[in-house]
């Protein structure tokens, strides 16, 4: 079934040949009354679109199994010089009888409201800094110094905007966006309360926790881009999901090229995963001794998606063993769930006897933590010191004999 916005050309591929069979609405009552002319032994096959999953949910009681197909591998229909919407279901069709259909992961229903919240956060946290730009970029078109205090858009900072002489055409875009902003605010904080409450009874996103770096936005991205790890078999599967591995190019007795990373896979994930790497690497332990020794040789942009990367690998050996990371800071982890308590909206604690959080307070217990962190780097830099640096060997070997 080739699906549009409205409608759905269908082919029916049976006992080696195509039939067509005409068109269904794209509603919940057509899609029904199409599913029930269906045997329960049939399979349908439709492509990745934004209501494929609709179509998948509303079709599955009626047939063995729906198959939604990876546009991006179908390369007979992408590369097709004669594209019709029957041309492209019988495609379709054929490959998956033929077995050469490459087919997509569909998520349970948790993961996947888990990640329509993440994109629907990471859509408000963007438009948010859409808006800051534009009030920054009235103040520079209008010679305004920089703001002296930390954030602009704070109290003291929306005084000190409120003060400064620009046009009255500009002040009302400035008061637009700031009402803007504020509404965005709002809901990112509704968003946060959703998320939060979803992942307190979450076993991977705790682990995920335990990671310096990585905050609760971060761990539910994660977890809900993932789904169930078992289905990558190593962790380079799960960096080639994310898009964080190097291209390849090698033909014939040529030496390989790696080149810059694919960006190939889920590109809401990878940007968080290169944010929680910026975070990292702020951070005394060996997540930080690893981004110093790339950033020595590659600079700070390669350091930071390398690190990403590293975190990928390591997101992949926490959740597949169940184990959580070695260098975790406890009282860091305590504050942090802490904090996705009180955005799921549990009630504040309030009493003499202290809380699970209440060490992160202790700049003593924060201080011994952060020693211990920095005697792991100092452990992974003295590993690392003790690699032997292979020697490049420059053209191509010769072989025995010659």
């Known amino acids: ?13 049976e006992e080696g040949g195509l039939s067509h069979a005409g068109r269904v609405d794209m509603t919940r009552t057509a899609l ?28 599955s009681p009626f047939v063995a199994r729906v198959v939604i197909a990876n546009p991006l591998q179908v390369k007979a ?9 029957k041309i492209d279901a019988g495609t379709l069709a054929s490959l998956y ?30 438009h948010r800094t859409r808006i800051k730009n534009a009030v920054h970029a009235i103040l520079h078109a209008h010679l305004i110094p920089r703001c002296p205090h930390a954030d602009l858009f704070s109290g003291v900072g929306r005084a000190w905007l409120a003060c400064q002489p620009v046009p009255e055409d500009e002040r009302g875009a400035i008061e637009r966006h700031i009402r803007e902003l504020d509404r965005l605010t709002d809901d990112l904080a509704a968003l946060d309360k959703e998320i939060a409450g979803d992942a307190l009874d979450d076993d991977a996103i705790a682990r995920l926790l335990t990671i310096t770096g990585i905050n609760l936005t971060v761990a539910a991205g994660i977890v809900a881009a993932i789904g169930d790890i078992s289905r990558f078999s190593s962790p380079q599967k799960l960096v080639s999901y994310f898009g964080l591995n190097p291209r390849v190019r090698q033909s014939g007795l040529g030496a390989a090229h790696h080149g810059r990373i694919s960006k190939v896979g889920r590109s809401h994930a990878r940007a968080m995963l290169v944010e929680a790497a910026w975070a990292a690497a702020k951070t005394p332990g060996p997540l930080h001794a690893f981004f110093v020794r790339i950033r020595a040789k590659r600079g700070h ?12 690998v390591l997101c992949w050996h926490l959740l597949t063993k169940q184990t959580d990371y070695r260098w975790a800071r406890p009282a860091l982890v305590a504050n942090k769930r802490r904090a996705m308590e009180l955005k799921a909206g549990k009630p504040q604690r309030k009493g003499n006897q202290p809380g699970p959080a209440h060490a992160y307070n202790i700049k003593k ?5 952060m020693e211990i962190a920095r005697h792991a780097e100092q452990a992974y830099e003295q ?18 004999g010659l």
């Open 301 to 312: 942009q390669v350091a930071a998606v390398a690190l990403a990367r590293k975190l990928t």
């Open 383 to 400: 590993f690392v010191a003790q690699w032997e640096t292979r020697p490049k060997v420059r053209g191509r070997s010769k072989p025995a």
């Open 32 to 59: 029904e009354g199409f599913g029930r002319a269906l045997r329960s032994t049939d399979e349908v096959v439709i492509e990745a679109t934004g209501n494929c999953m609709a179509v998948s949910r509303v079709l």
């Open 77 to 85: 229909i992408a590369h097709a010089h004669v594209k019709t919407d």
């Open 97 to 126: 009888a033929a077995g050469y259909l490459p087919e997509i992961w569909t998520p349970d229903a948790a993961t996947e409201r888990m990640r329509r919240l993440a994109a629907r956060r990471f859509q408000v946290a963007r």
């Open 1 to 13: 079934m080739d699906i549009h916005r409205t409608f759905g050309e269908v082919m029916i591929w």
């Open 365 to 369: 217990l924060r201080d011994q933590e």
